[in-house]
């Protein structure tokens, strides 16, 4: 119990603050709004969170199912709180630049970035 809880709060709270986890980080991707690219707020970052348990189901086969969709490139986290993971400014967790790759979709004059399925 106490290791979903820290899974929680690490997901939700650096993904609400930051829009980022150190492993999104690492590979410079961030989590923004779907309708704008602005930043996501903690309920955003929560609901993302918790349905990572679906999205996460047979070695995470539903969300990679998902986001191989033709139409909205997005886990289901992604979809229920109208999020978008792009590419993430270089040297900089704050904001972000979108990504020019796989251009099916634009949000906010972006095109989304979901080569690979990302948590």
Do not use: W
């Not at 886990?75 to 979108?98: E, I």
Request: contains cysteine.
């Amino acid at each position: 119990m106490i290791i979903l809880v820290i899974c929680f709060l690490y997901f939700t709270l650096l993904e609400g603050h930051y829009g980022q986890t150190v492993g999104k980080m690492a590979v410079k991707i961030k989590v923004v709004k779907e309708a704008d690219g602005s930043s996501i707020d903690y309920g955003e970052a929560a609901v993302r969170t918790i349905l990572r348990v679906i999205d996460g189901l047979f070695i995470n086969l539903v969300g990679a199912i998902l986001i191989r969709s033709p139409d909205e490139k997005q886990r289901l986290g992604d979809r229920v709180a109208h999020t978008v993971v792009v590419k993430a400014r270089k040297g900089s967790v704050l904001f972000f630049q979108c990504a020019p790759v796989l251009g099916r979709k634009q949000v906010a004059g972006c095109h989304l970035f979901s080569a690979v399925p990302v948590a």
